[in-house]
């Protein structure tokens, strides 16, 4: 078969959703995935090889050779990256996409993050903006992500700042230690605290088992299937109902349109074949930056800046979070190795802070293995090496205490991916280049951050602390969004409140992208809430 009702690029965290709805709706639908459906064994442990700490590689793909992509860094000077290096901003290539390998930390955006420019202005030099839709708009579908694919944690803890109409399905991760101190002191500061919310079967669920608490839960798969993300719920169930045909190693090169410049397909490798598929409605979903990249690759004389580019907006507003993180040595031993680790949160400071505009969420950290904790943790006048930094690991790998935390992202039209003609990938196409920075204003919120994270280790009695300052970098990474923004005006957004494009009547963008602001949560609940709604959408026109 050759003609679909629907073709969808990339099964990450919307895609993947994206298909479920479609196929269980009866549509017929093609799914394209550039990398491979990965077992656990194939995504492996290894400590130096993995989507968090890539010394030696990463483990979820995109293969280190054939695709390269351009970073231009803050003085203007630009150099080709490879998938492993920092600035290559990857997120992960296979099937299930970053949720095959994520933390699952499954938090909803505040209500006040769909509406940044009306509380807080726009600053000059920022594209901040509302989104074309509200909180409430998008309750139902963060309550339909959580109980579809399986979340735990405690609602009635935030309530009063992210209401809710139902509670999570699942009991939150028990507390450690290092959750007793940082409440205690919580409560002695005033600040509100809530466990994190994560899409882990803390109890079975849904067939499958729960978390055996192991410590590799962030950068690597789930060795019983309890952590939750597209590749073990939705896209089984959009297979199983017959309707979907799912392609992986299969890489889209170009949105087809036809004489009258209308989208009639997609043509994309499978190996070194070239196949051409037909199909009435099209779906990018392949995160942030392949997103925005193959909008912009699929050119032609009728739309030669690219597909929705019209307004020069595709690729623009490259978000995602500065992360700013702090240290502190506790009285005792706080570390229990009991994972996932990351147990309690404060969103006392994602907003209303005085002279910042937004601000962050912080909570503990994922259990660390120790060359993770050497390379990121350690005291900046620490030796890196010899007697003393060994001192220091043995002494106190299970005494530091973490918090850390994403901060919302100012959007800056300057932070952005457009396409380098000069530098192909391994199938001769024009790969990302990046460029830019996020706005000053971030920097501001995340300094404000730092300084929270300190007073809280502080009051949680640590005798030393420490902390990482944040500089103004481009921040798209494994929270990249932003890239074909969502709103009502085409001369400043790609897409309308449901992704589809603004100038393409079956054109969709569904993922990431479609962020108008990041939140100052990590993003993954607001993209698949974002997909239901869409889906749902879609499903009904098509
Ligand atoms: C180690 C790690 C930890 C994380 N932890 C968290 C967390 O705790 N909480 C949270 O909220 N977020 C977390 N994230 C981020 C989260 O995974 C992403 O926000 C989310 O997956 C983005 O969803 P998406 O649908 O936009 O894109 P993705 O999930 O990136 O999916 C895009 C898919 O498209 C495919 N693709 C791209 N280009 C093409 C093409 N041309 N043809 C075919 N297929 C293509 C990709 O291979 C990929 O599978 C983490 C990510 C990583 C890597």
């Known amino acids: ?86 600035d290559y901003h990857n997120n992960a290539a296979c099937l299930g996409g970053g949720t095959r390998v994520y933390g699952a930390q499954a938090w909803r955006f505040h209500p006040n993050d769909f509406r940044m420019a009306s509380k807080y202005g726009v600053p000059e030099g920022s594209s901040l903006a509302d989104w074309p839709i509200s909180y409430e708009t998008l309750e139902p579908f963060y309550e339909r992500a959580e109980w579809e694919l399986g979340a735990a944690g ?73 952590k939750n993300g597209t590749q073990n719920t939705v896209i089984p169930r959009a297979l199983a109902t017959g309707n979907c045909h799912l392609k992986t190693s299969a890489f889209a090169e170009k949105i087809e349109t036809d004489n009258r410049g209308i989208v009639s397909g997609v043509s994309y490798f499978v190996d070194s074949r070239r196949e051409t598929a037909r199909s009435k409605i099209v779906i990018v979903s392949a995160g942030a930056i392949e997103s925005a990249r193959l909008l912009l690759n699929s050119h032609s004389s009728l739309h030669p800046a690219g597909l929705g580019n019209e307004h020069d907006q595709v690729g623009r507003n490259l978000q995602g979070h500065l992360y700013p993180r702090a240290y502190g040595i506790a009285p005792g031993r706080v570390f229990n190795g009991i994972g996932p680790g990351v147990t309690i949160a404060t969103i006392q400071f994602n907003h209303d802070n005085p002279g910042i505009i937004g601000g962050g969420m912080l909570a503990d950290d994922f259990i660390k293995p120790p060359i993770d904790f050497w390379y990121d943790s350690l005291p900046p006048e620490l030796p890196r090496w010899g007697i003393e930094n060994k001192s220091f690991m043995r002494e106190n790998y299970t005494r530091v205490m973490h918090v850390r935390g994403p901060v919302q992202d100012i959007p800056n039209p300057e932070g952005r991916v457009t396409v380098d003609n000069a530098v192909r990938d391994k199938w001769g196409i024009p790969v990302a280049r990046l460029s830019g920075t996020t706005h000053p204003a971030t920097v501001e919120a995340a300094e404000f951050m730092r300084e929270r994270g300190e007073e809280w280790l502080r009051a949680s009695g640590c005798e030393k602390v420490w902390s990482a300052q944040p500089g103004l970098i481009l921040s798209g990474r494994q929270h990249q969004a932003g890239t074909c923004r969502m709103g009502n005006d085409p001369r400043s957004s790609v897409t309308d409140e449901w992704g589809r494009v603004h100038s393409h009547d079956n054109l969709f963008v569904v993922d990431g992208s479609l962020h108008v602001t990041n939140g100052g949560f990590n993003p993954v609940l607001t993209i698949m809430a974002l997909a239901y709604r869409s889906a749902e959408y879609i499903a009904q026109r098509v």
């Open 1 to 86: 078969m050759n003609n679909f009702d629907a073709i969808i690029i990339g099964t990450g965290a919307a895609g993947g959703i994206v298909a479920c709805v479609l196929a269980e709706a009866g549509k017929h639908v093609l799914l394209l995935e550039r990398g491979a459906a990965l077992t656990f064994a194939d995504v492996g442990r290894d400590d130096l090889r993995n989507q968090r700490l890539a010394v030696y590689g990463h483990n979820a793909g995109p293969d280190i050779t054939g695709n390269p992509r351009v970073f231009v860094d803050p003085q203007g000077r630009s150099r080709i990256v490879r998938p492993y290096e920092l």
């Open 154 to 226: 405690d609602g009635a803890s935030i309530q009063s700042e992210i209401p809710r109409k139902r509670n999570y399905p699942l009991p939150p991760v028990p507390p450690s230690p290092q959750t007793v101190a940082l409440q205690t002191a919580a409560r002695q500061l005033n600040w509100l605290t809530s466990p994190v919310p994560l899409l882990i079967n803390t109890e079975s669920y849904a067939g499958r088992p729960a978390c055996i608490e192991c410590k590799y839960c962030v950068g690597f798969a789930c060795p019983t299937d309890a």
